[in-house]
């Protein structure tokens, strides 16, 4: 599942593209069947916290699987969403109650999003994007803020999520990791 936070003109193509892309799709059933223009496309999130773009977004013919305003869903109930997108990534607690995400020691941030692609510069968008991004989960920096980017302890020590930048793959640099301090 990957998700686009920002959903102006360079995310709105990226719905689109990771639509449109081979990849992971599960196999539709009688109750969710899948749209006959994105049979093998990622399932993908739109996130933003402006209504405006999230219709426009809504109305494409490539259009995303969930989206999210930002500004009005929690955390919490934003990975409740994502979640029920992929029957095999169940939301549940330790003790197989349905439970929330966010909490420190949650079993379940594999319930998360995969892969999520910030393309704004917004940076509340940076940390919600964080939130819904699973363990071990890819976070592709597209979007750059004035004032740079802040992260959790939680985020570093406990998530250990490839952070990438688009120039990475210009530059031949590997991929930022964060691990667990020994």
């Given at each position: 599942t990957i998700g686009i936070i920002g959903l102006g003109?360079?995310?709105h193509l990226g719905v689109q593209m990771a639509k449109a892309m081979?990849?992971?799709?599960?196999?539709?059933?009688d109750s969710s069947p899948t749209h006959p223009l994105q049979p093998k496309g990622y399932i993908v999130v739109g996130v933003d916290a402006r209504p405006e773009p999230i219709e426009m977004t809504k109305s494409l013919a490539l259009a995303p699987d969930l989206c999210i305003n930002a500004a009005t869903m929690s955390v919490d109930d934003a990975l409740v969403q994502i979640s029920a997108l992929d029957p095999k990534k169940p939301l549940r607690g330790l003790d197989?109650?349905?439970?929330?995400?966010?909490?420190?020691?949650?079993?379940?941030l594999d319930a998360a999003l995969a892969a999520c692609f910030v393309v704004n510069d917004v940076p509340a968008s940076f940390q919600y994007a964080v939130d819904i991004l699973a363990r071990h989960g890819t976070f592709v920096l597209v979007g750059q803020p004035e004032h740079g980017v802040n992260f959790t302890f939680k985020f570093v020590s406990t998530r250990i999520i490839t952070l990438v930048h688009p120039d990475q793959h210009r530059?031949?640099?590997s991929s930022l990791r964060t691990s667990r301090s020994s």
């Open positions: 003109a360079l995310g081979v990849g992971p799709r599960p196999v539709a059933t197989g109650v349905p439970q929330t995400c966010a909490l420190f020691f949650c079993s379940d530059t031949g640099t």
